[in-house]
């Protein structure tokens, strides 16, 4: 086989362009049957041929095997002489200048697990800090309670005919209209906002947790507070020098703070 299609018939396979046809050409495999007589070692020694290239080339061309040695003849005993079994043909190896140096095989990067202790894990987990309550009386205790009970049932309002027109928000509106039937509180109407669903007087405009808000924007409006029944919330103008200032004030006067 020529030059050319020896390249020709190698650039066919899987793998293999033309750069790699040349290089194996040129590294003394001349034809396909030196190919097929190569071991991996010996395609691996070319260069941009890697071990998995070097097994593609020899499924793809199919390896030659040595053929098997006649068996011998039966003696004059009668018995059956056993056939022996070929040796497996080892390549020689390689001879390397002095200059170059073997192949090595390619490295396997370790990849170290890193295990994580039980300590380190709740080091991480920062400490939880109990939000102070106020000191509220039990009547106030009671009526805050009763507040959240009636949140719970209370129903979300919203306008007449809500879900009739798409460009009516879903917000409340009081229903007007001589003909409208929410107005006239008619049977299977949506419920209407009225007095009777408001909280009990005493615990009104206070804070879920019973404190009343005051909204502060210095460090000297912390100073009017009483720690025991309000709790501050810093503006939102406020700047994070000056709110870490607040900060660390609160802390001192033992004053919560709603949003830190």
């Known amino acids: 086989m020529s030059k050319q299609d020896v390249i020709d018939t190698l650039t066919k396979l899987k793998g293999i362009g033309t750069a790699k046809a040349q290089a194996l050409y040129d590294a003394g495999f001349s034809s396909i049957e030196s190919i097929q007589k190569a071991s991996i070692d010996d395609l691996m020694s070319v260069e941009g041929i890697s071990e998995t290239i070097a097994t593609s080339i020899q499924d793809q061309l199919g390896k030659k095997k040595p053929s098997k040695p006649a068996a011998k003849k039966s003696t004059g005993s009668g018995q059956p002489s056993k056939t022996e079994k070929p040796e497996k043909i080892s390549s020689p190896p390689k001879k390397t200048t002095p200059d170059e140096e073997p192949p090595s095989p390619p490295k396997k990067k370790q990849e170290k697990d890193e295990i994580v202790t039980e300590e380190e894990i709740i080091e991480e987990i920062p400490e939880y800090e109990v939000k102070k309550k106020p000191a509220l009386p039990k009547d106030l205790q009671e009526k805050i309670r009763i507040r959240t009970q009636i949140k719970k049932r209370t129903p979300t309002f919203l306008r007449e005919e809500w879900f009739r027109y798409k460009r009516l928000a879903k917000n409340w509106r009081r229903p007007d209209g001589l003909h409208s039937k929410m107005r006239m509180n008619m049977k299977y109407r949506p419920n209407k906002v009225r007095v009777?669903?408001?909280?009990?007087?005493?615990?009104?405009?206070?804070?879920?947790?019973?404190?009343?808000?005051?909204?502060?924007?210095?460090?000297?409006?912390l100073e009017s507070i009483d720690a025991d029944t309000q709790a501050a919330r810093i503006g939102g103008t406020v700047g994070s020098k000056k709110r870490q200032a607040i900060i660390e004030k609160a802390k001192e006067r033992d004053i919560r703070l709603l949003n830190k």
């Open 196 to 221: 009777g669903f408001r909280g009990p007087r005493q615990a009104r405009g206070l804070h879920p947790s019973g404190f009343e808000e005051v909204i502060v924007y210095t460090v000297k409006d």
